[in-house]
């Protein structure tokens, strides 16, 4: 019987030693619920596990491969899905005691739940996130507590949380996130993987509990750039039930990544001056050197200073604020205390944003659109890094203040304005947690986005890298 060896550590990988014959689905999968079975105790990856119709979708894919009927993109592929998603298989609680389980009930699938399991994924059980996709851990709620296999003793980030850390601990190869001010970036920094925060549009939210209508996407987080890109390339399109989804053409991906970036301008605007929570010893060595990456990769690189930051970082808050209070406004009235501590008091400040201050930051939102326009008609990417330091331990997180976690992160400034953003790893911190750089493209220029990901990850394993407390029992 084949096993899953070391060197298959990606799900691009994972997906070419299938079609050659070299594993079987149900290897991957039975790899895959292992790692679960022996870290997920520790690290808080799953909410609910599909081990069985895993099991049996794995045996439906290996029967396609003996039969040498072409496969679909993502046959036999193990995957998370973050628990914002409907999914029939499962209730969706959006880790909450709120939700009524009668919504996903009457959505079934999510929009992007579907499209993974026609092209042949397999989703292995939905991952723990921050409640409705904002706040911290609460410890008082009957919830898992998500950590970094890198540190147990530090979150996994949020909001998407069991997505991040179970890519790194290879319980799944590929999972889905959403990201309203960074929770498909941060986790992926966090948990040293990679993160896709597509275009606003390109992936339809059908089917996944809202927390701002019009700065929340949906998106792919993997181990590598050419993993997103698969992935994206199953997710991304337009669909009639979300009003939202853009009627914009959808690339292939995977061709795109052409290992160089010969004739490509990229900006590099540091953000220092904004590391409003500390800058860990080891982050400016760790930036230049992925600067000077994608300069061997044949990029030109300028500095270039980010536009408006910190009234488009206000700009995320405010509307973030706003559109979460009025979708939970009246279950905030009758449920308060069935909210964990950190999500109530978030969302009752919304409370507080007022219809002209609401008006007033779309009109800011314009402005900065316009200024970043201008921006990217000097340049063709955009580098920074995703934060300035590592994952923090959850000791160190205030329940009363939580939206304190967000200093030193540089992730909501890009989702009102709309833009595409990867984040990949580029090392470790002085503590030995990973640090991460955030790539950013013209709206609707994934294909380059990803381009640059994976020439700079052609060049460094960072993304590779694997916990050293966890490496002999996920190899």
């Not at 999914?87 to 499209?115: E, I, K």
């Not at 061709?255 to 409003?276: C, P």
Request: aromatic fraction near 6%.
């Amino acid at each position: 019987m084949s096993t899953v060896t070391p060197e298959i550590r990606t799900l691009t990988e994972a997906a070419a030693a299938l079609r050659h014959g070299d594993i079987r689905a149900v290897d991957l999968v039975d790899q895959a619920l292992a790692n679960a079975d022996t870290h997920d105790g520790d690290i808080g990856v799953f909410l609910s596990r599909f081990d069985d119709r895993a099991r049996e979708q794995a045996e439906r894919a290996d029967a396609k491969l003996a039969t040498g009927a072409p496969l679909a993109p993502l046959d036999g592929i193990p995957l998370g899905l973050k628990d914002i998603l409907a999914h029939p298989h499962a209730p969706t609680t959006a880790q909450s005691l709120v939700l009524d389980p009668a919504w996903a009930a009457s959505v079934g699938h999510s929009v992007a739940a579907h499209r993974l399991e026609v092209a042949g994924g397999i989703v292995v059980g939905k991952t723990t996130t921050m409640e409705f996709a904002i706040g911290v851990p609460d410890p008082d709620k009957p919830f898992p507590i998500p950590r970094t296999p890198w540190d147990p003793e530090c979150w996994a980030g949020g909001s998407s949380s069991g997505s991040g850390s179970g890519v790194a601990a290879g319980m799944f190869l590929g999972a889905i996130g959403t990201d309203t001010a960074g929770s498909i970036r941060i986790p992926a920094a966090f948990n040293g993987i990679t993160g896709l925060k597509p275009t606003f549009g390109r992936v339809p939210k059908s089917g996944v509990v809202p927390l701002g209508y019009t700065l929340d996407h949906v998106g792919p987080m993997a181990r590598s750039a050419a993993d997103c890109a698969l992935l994206l390339s199953v997710l991304a399109g337009h669909a009639p039930s979300d009003p939202y989804s853009a009627r914009v053409p959808v690339a292939d991906y995977p061709a795109a990544l052409s290992g160089n970036l010969r004739g490509i301008t990229i900006g590099v605007d540091t953000l220092d001056r904004y590391a409003t929570g500390g800058i860990d010893p080891a982050q400016p060595a760790r930036f230049a050197a992925a600067v000077e990456a994608l300069r061997d990769a044949g990029a030109t690189i300028v500095e270039v200073e980010l536009p408006m930051y910190p009234e488009v970082t206000a700009v995320d808050i405010v509307v973030m604020l706003a559109e979460a209070h009025a979708y939970h406004r009246g279950d905030l009235r009758t449920r308060w205390t069935d909210y964990g501590r950190a999500t109530r008091i978030i969302l009752a400040a919304g409370s507080a944003v007022s219809g002209p201050d609401y008006v007033q930051a779309q009109r800011v939102r314009s402005i900065a659109q316009d200024r970043v326009r201008d921006l990217f008609a000097r340049v063709d990417l955009i580098i920074t890094p995703t934060g300035h330091l590592g994952a923090p331990r959850l000791d160190t997180i205030d329940q009363l203040e939580p939206m304190s976690v967000l200093a030193s992160l540089h992730t909501p400034y890009w989702n009102p304005l709309g833009n595409p953003t990867l984040a990949v790893p580029i090392g470790l911190s002085d503590s030995h947690t990973p640090l991460s750089m955030s790539i950013t493209g013209r709206p609707f220029d994934e294909s380059l986005v990803l381009r640059a990901g994976d020439a700079y990850q052609r060049r460094t394993d960072h993304h590779l890298a694997i916990p050293t407390t966890l490496e002999k029992a996920i190899r």
